[in-house]
T-cell receptor
């Protein structure tokens, strides 16, 4: 059974700092890994999707890496801004027939002006 | 806006009520999903539809009944729910299974 863990559970940083969010998963037989952000009371917004054959994806100030063999992904946010404050979720889709999606519980990020 | 809408946004219901949640996507996608998000728990995938056919049911109790009449619409029919079913119910769609999922804003459900 796939399990996804995100560390830290919460993070508070001053504006302008670079930061790293971590995601680990127990079953390396994955199809893809996706990072989302969720604002309070809102749905999820997709940030980056990494296919199992890829090592990383970049979008603006965000960079996500994937090390399938060690069961880890990181989300790097450069030059953080108060608007980055949200909960960041990692989701892993298994390969194989069912392609079940498993989410982590998220990292709550607060960027202080 | 993500192109995925959900109604109602908030719902309060008693344990004997019957209600339905609606999801609509305007993105031309072929896969649609229902998720449950409870406080301090990870999102749980409930149902998956691909080209209107249900391809996944993750051991969801029968008091939750999904319906997908076409690729653009997805319903979740609720009947005799329990207080522990109170949660945020999220709908998502993707062009195909395994591709980026786009989420709606969710329906906040409270069961009394």
């Amino acid at each position: 059974k796939q399990e996804v863990t995100q560390i830290p559970a919460a993070l508070s940083v001053p504006e302008g700092e670079n930061l790293v969010l971590n995601c680990s998963f127990t079953d390396s037989a994955i199809y893809n890994l996706q990072w989302f952000r969720q604002d309070p009371g809102k749905g999820l917004t997709s940030l980056l999707l990494i296919q199992s054959s890829q090592r990383e994806q970049t979008s603006g100030r965000l960079n996500a890496s994937l090390d399938k063999s060690s069961g880890r992904s990181t989300l790097y946010i450069a030059a953080s801004q108060p608007g980055d404050s949200a909960t960041y979720l990692c989701a892993v889709q298994n390969s194989g027939g069912y392609q079940k999606v498993t989410f982590g519980i998220g990292t709550k990020l607060q960027v202080i002006p | 806006e993500t192109g995925v809408t959900q109604t109602p946004r908030h719902l309060v219901m008693g344990m004997t009520n019957k209600k339905s949640l609606k999801c609509e996507q305007h993105l031309g996608h072929n896969a649609m999903y229902w998720y449950k998000q409870s406080a301090k728990k990870p999102l749980e995938l409930m149902f998956v539809y691909n080209f209107k056919e249900q391809t996944e049911n993750n051991s969801v109790p029968s008091r939750f009944s999904p319906e997908c009449p076409n690729s653009s619409h997805l319903f979740l029919h609720l009947h005799t729910l329990q207080p522990e079913d109170s949660a945020l119910y999220l709908c998502a769609s993707s062009r195909a299974r395994g591709e980026t999922q786009y989420f709606g804003p969710g329906t906040r459900l409270l069961v009394l």
